[in-house]
């Protein structure tokens, strides 16, 4: 749930990933950075510059929903 409310901030904000991170309770920003890659096979910052409705978790869920 927390990735996905990362996902969704990244996705539709201009806020800085290490402030998502931490906004959704990841303390350690190197935590967070590989768990979101595990889950989503991107990095956070290419989610940024991407179009970012192409992406789809391991799930098959677009991220952000």
């Known amino acids: 749930k927390r990735l996905r409310q990362a ?3 990244l ?5 800085p990933v290490s402030d ?3 906004k959704v309770g990841y303390s350690n920003i190197s935590y ?4 979101f890659y595990k889950r989503y096979g991107v ?3 290419n989610t940024e510059m991407a ?9 098959g869920s677009y991220f952000g929903e």
Request: hydrophobic share 40%; proline share 0%.
């Open 7 to 9: 996902a969704y901030l």
């Open 20 to 22: 998502v991170a931490m």
């Open 51 to 59: 179009n970012k409705d192409t992406f789809l978790d391991k799930q």
């Open 43 to 45: 990095t956070q910052k």
């Open 11 to 15: 996705k539709n904000t201009a806020i």
């Open 32 to 35: 967070f950075h590989r768990l």
